[in-house]
């Protein structure tokens, strides 16, 4: 089957989606339960409101919000109406978010209201508070509508209740007509991702990228209709967006979204909703299978776990199999310059493949592991990644150069990380050309993190790398110069950090030298760092 000829569009799919498992439950949110039927007509609906406010074929529209049945509407409606989905993590601050919306320049933000303890708005607000524009947030002049997901908002901003009111006067005709017209070579989101550059940029992937790789990755999963699919990774992420919102709709699986991560909430939500599908980070599961009240839920009903995104322990594969007894255990590779999806394990293969490497590229695409010079190595050899084919984003968002240093004239995304091929074509990923490191399951950037903490008065130079934590996988740490005079301490640029990133971003230490290592052309020495323990 390919997804790209057979919905055409996302919003082919929604309609699709709706018309075969009209009945069959969409989504779960706590006593909210939406059936398929219900979930296209609530798509439809603030499709109209789009339309009705200005959103024309091509726009951006961002989302900023937890993992919700809002963020899904709002989401998909936006896409059916022709517009261009830009999701911002949840983790960022104000200054993170502000940035990525000026940059792809969003006519359209729905946001959450407090989320975490943090007001979003307020945040946002005090980021955007100067600039040209005479809209809600004088900063960034593109921006015309900010939509709180709740029932309340301040001024200048609008409820999502009165958004989607607003759309009722629109024609049902004139919305399906403007989502019949999506085609499937538009762009049909931007994921901004940090690079060495320490700037986010924006990979672009179409509606026919976006169906064809989650249609394979539903079946090489398995997914099911009937299948009761717990989404823990947000959905601001490829990885909870489209292995878990996209791969749903494709085979009628009822989407249980998890706004934040909470082993004991997992628990409960897995016994009491009969949860069959479970993907997430390995922390996710490890931190299932130590729970010590685990025993007291009934977990029967899992069978599908696919994990990834950092070294999966063999004996993780093995527990989840005899302990929890489930069926199917796979890990994959992925980047969003391939549409979140380069390499997947297959079903029956052996838990030391599964532990030991992400699987083999999945359908019709190429992994290769290069030289330096860009010469192909045998099995056995660590290189730099290379990848082609149908997943291979269109580049970034209005950024030719740096497409043209990731993408080969011959269609070779450079990865910027190292592997090694086994004979039977199974990567496994070595390192990160690139530095970056994950902390449970989210990509943090040291280049971003350096440029951040470089703003701080007291910091004169900076070098952040990852080291091993027992909880998060990795986590960052920090060697830091102060500049002369100052007295600022560990702790004090830690709570400062805290104010200024994302908490996944925060160095959990900090060490202070005289000076940081480098090479002869200044470049820090990264892995004498690293060497320091």
């Not at 896409?79 to 006519?107: D, I, Q, W």
């Not at 699919?229 to 085979?251: D, E, Q, S, W």
């Not at 970034?396 to 990865?415: H, S």
Request: glycine share 10%.
């Amino acid at each position: 089957m390919r997804g790209d000829l057979e919905w055409g569009s996302i919003p082919g799919l929604v309609r699709a989606a709706a018309g075969r498992y009209g009945s069959r439950e969409a989504v779960v949110e706590g006593r909210t339960r939406v059936t398929y039927a219900e979930l296209g007509e609530r798509v439809e609906r603030a499709a109209a409101a789009c339309v009705a406010n200005g959103v024309e074929p091509g726009d951006r529209v961002a989302v900023w919000a937890p993992n919700t049945l809002d963020w899904i509407v709002s989401a998909l409606g936006a896409v059916s109406a022709g517009a261009v989905l830009v999701p911002l993590n949840t983790r960022f601050k104000g200054t993170e978010a502000a940035y990525v919306l000026a940059r792809s320049r969003a006519r359209i933000l729905f946001i959450t209201g407090t989320f975490l303890g943090t007001s979003y708005v307020a945040s946002l607000r005090r980021a955007a508070a100067e600039g040209p524009g005479d809209g809600p947030l004088p900063g960034l002049p593109h921006l015309d509508q900010v939509v709180v997901l709740a029932d309340d908002a301040p001024q200048d901003f609008r409820t999502w209740k009165d958004f989607l009111a607003s759309g009722d006067t629109v024609d049902p005709a004139v919305v399906r007509t403007r989502a019949a017209a999506v085609d499937g070579s538009a762009p049909s989101d931007i994921i901004f991702t940090s690079g060495t550059t320490g700037r986010p940029k924006g990979a672009v992937i179409t509606h026919a990228q976006t169906l064809r790789c989650y249609d394979i990755w539903s079946d090489l999963a398995g997914l099911r209709e009937g299948d009761r699919y717990l989404i823990v990774n947000p959905f601001f992420h490829t990885f909870g967006y489209k292995a878990g919102i996209i791969a749903c709709l494709m085979r009628g699986a009822t989407m249980v979204p998890q706004p934040v991560f909470n082993v004991d909430t997992v628990l409960a939500n897995v016994a009491s909703e009969r949860i069959s599908v479970l993907p997430g980070p390995p922390t996710l599961h490890q931190s299932l299978l130590d729970h010590p009240s685990r025993d007291q839920y009934d977990l029967s009903a899992l069978r599908l776990v696919v994990t990834g995104a950092a070294v999966v322990p063999l004996q993780l594969v093995e527990r989840l199999r005899a302990e929890l007894r489930i069926a199917t255990v796979l890990t994959a590779y992925g980047l969003s310059e391939a549409s979140g999806i380069v390499t997947m394990c297959r079903r029956g293969d052996p838990a030391d493949v599964i532990a030991a490497t992400s699987g083999r590229a999945i359908p019709d695409t190429e992994v290769r592991v290069v030289t330096p010079a860009g010469e192909p190595l045998p099995p056995g050899h660590p290189g730099e990644v290379l990848v082609r084919g149908h997943h291979v984003m269109q580049g970034y968002f209005e950024d030719p150069a740096e497409t043209k240093r990731c993408v080969t004239p011959d269609g070779w995304l450079r990865t910027g990380d190292v592997g090694v091929l086994d004979p039977a074509g199974n990567l496994r990923i070595t390192d990160r050309i690139k530095d970056m490191f994950i902390v449970g399951g989210f990509n943090a950037y040291p280049a971003e993190i350096e440029q951040l903490l470089g703003v701080h008065p007291d910091v004169a130079d900076v070098a952040v790398i990852g080291v091993p934590d027992p909880r998060l996988g990795e986590v960052g740490r920090a060697y830091v110069v102060r500049r002369r005079g100052a007295v600022v301490t560990a702790d004090d640029l830690i709570a400062w950090a805290r104010r200024e990133m994302a908490n996944y971003k925060v160095p959990r230490s900090v060490e202070f030298v005289a000076e940081l290592p480098r090479n002869a052309s200044g470049k820090v020495v990264k892995g004498e760092l690293r060497g320091r323990g």
